[in-house]
């Protein structure tokens, strides 16, 4: 069956980098989007951009330009999420979601887990 | 960017009875050439991945009980529950995927409770 499995929690330092992984299974790795969203405490979901898993190719959120950098592995069917520079305000919970593009998007029809990030000094 | 908007933030609806949620987008994210709304409902518990509920405004997902209904269309669009059961309780949110490359955006959610 069609799976997202996403790495383990993350504590980290402020100014530090986490990177979180999102390993596909169940369906062609490239014939999928990868879309990061994530949702901190107490607050509402917060998409974060996507990777075209057949190109590389990426759109980040402008509120994450310059820190956020996605990238994948076809190899292994993983995609991966780098967030630098972290502060308290990056404690979430991140999740990869799986999205269909055919001249237009589809919703996300496989989420991941979710990765616990915590960012504390 | 388009600004979802969601209200109201919270209800509280008995066992039963009737809950509304509405969402209103800044722009219609409706494509007049295949007649789609570009518009999704999800269900977020504490711990769990958003569940979808239902896409293109009105399309219930597969597993999805009937009691969950979306309409709407352009701008204004409501995710209905028509019955509230226990397992009901969760923030809900809608969801934009209109543009291709502009950034997906959510509603800020709706905290449903008995």
């Known amino acids: ?121 | 960017d388009i600004v979802m908007t969601q209200s109201p933030d919270s209800l509280a609806v008995s066992l039963g009875e009737r809950a509304t949620i509405n969402c209103k987008s800044s722009q219609s994210v409706l494509y007049n050439f295949n007649n789609k709304n570009y518009l999704a409902w999800y269900q977020k518990r504490p711990g769990q991945p958003p569940r979808l509920l239902i896409s293109w405004a009105s399309t219930r997902e597969s597993g999805v009980p009937d009691r969950f209904s979306g309409s709407g269309s352009g701008t204004d669009f409501t995710l209905t529950i028509s019955s509230l059961q226990a397992e009901d309780v969760a923030v809900y949110y809608c969801q934009q995927y209109y543009s291709a490359l502009d950034p997906w955006t959510f509603g800020q959610g709706t905290k449903v409770e008995i």
């Open chain 1, 1 to 121: 069956q069609v799976q997202l499995v996403q790495s383990g929690a993350e504590v980290k330092k402020p100014g530090a980098s986490v990177k979180v992984s999102c390993k596909a299974s169940g369906y062609t790795f490239t014939e999928y989007y990868i879309h990061w969203i994530r949702q901190a405490p107490g607050h509402g979901l917060e998409w974060l951009g996507w990777i075209n898993p057949k190109t590389g190719g990426t759109k980040y959120g402008q509120e994450f330009q310059g820190r956020v950098t996605m990238t994948r592995h076809t190899s292994i069917s993983t995609a991966y999420m780098e967030l630098s520079r972290l502060t308290s305000d990056d404690t979430a919970a991140y999740y990869c979601a799986r999205v269909k593009y055919n001249g237009g998007w589809f919703p996300p029809d496989t989420w991941g887990q979710g990765t616990q990030v915590t960012v504390t000094s």
